[in-house]
Nanobody, 121 residues
Framework: QVQLVESGGGSVQAGGSLKLSCEVS????????IGWFRQPPGKEREVVTTIYAGGRIVYSDSVKGRFTISQDNAKNTVYLQMNSLKPEDTAMYYC???????????????WGQGTQVTVSS
């Protein structure tokens, strides 16, 4: 059974930085793609960034140039470094795993419990 555990959320002022971690219990063919999603209050869950097999990376336009995803296979952990944070980045952030990358949340079989990020102006 694959389990994902996020950590690193918190509150920060606009312009600040946070680094989220997603620990993946085991890598299988069903976890080749790790994605970070976020769900702002009252809105739909949206993709932030994805990494496939530790290599191919895609970012949403809203975070490009500010957020960086990375994967440390030795630690079974995927990171999301978030810089130049804006109030509109406020959301619950989730990591998810699936066999392939997609912007569609339903393509991902495994999900973490989420970690809250709050950015104040």
């Amino acid at each position: 059974q694959v389990q994902l555990v996020e950590s690193g959320g918190g509150s920060v002022q606009a312009g600040g930085s946070l680094k989220l971690s997603c620990e993946v219990s085991t890598y299988t063919d069903e976890t080749k793609c790790i994605g970070w999603f976020r769900q702002p209050p009252g809105k739909e869950r949206e993709v932030v960034t994805t990494i496939y097999a530790g290599g191919r990376i895609v970012y949403s336009d809203s975070v490009k140039g500010r957020f960086t995803i990375s994967q440390d296979n030795a630690k079974n952990t995927v990171y999301l470094q978030m810089n130049s944070l804006k109030p509109e980045d406020t959301a619950m952030y989730y990591c998810a795993a699936g066999g392939f990358c997609s912007v569609n949340r339903y393509a991902y079989k495994y999900w973490g419990q989420g970690t809250q990020v709050t950015v104040s102006s």
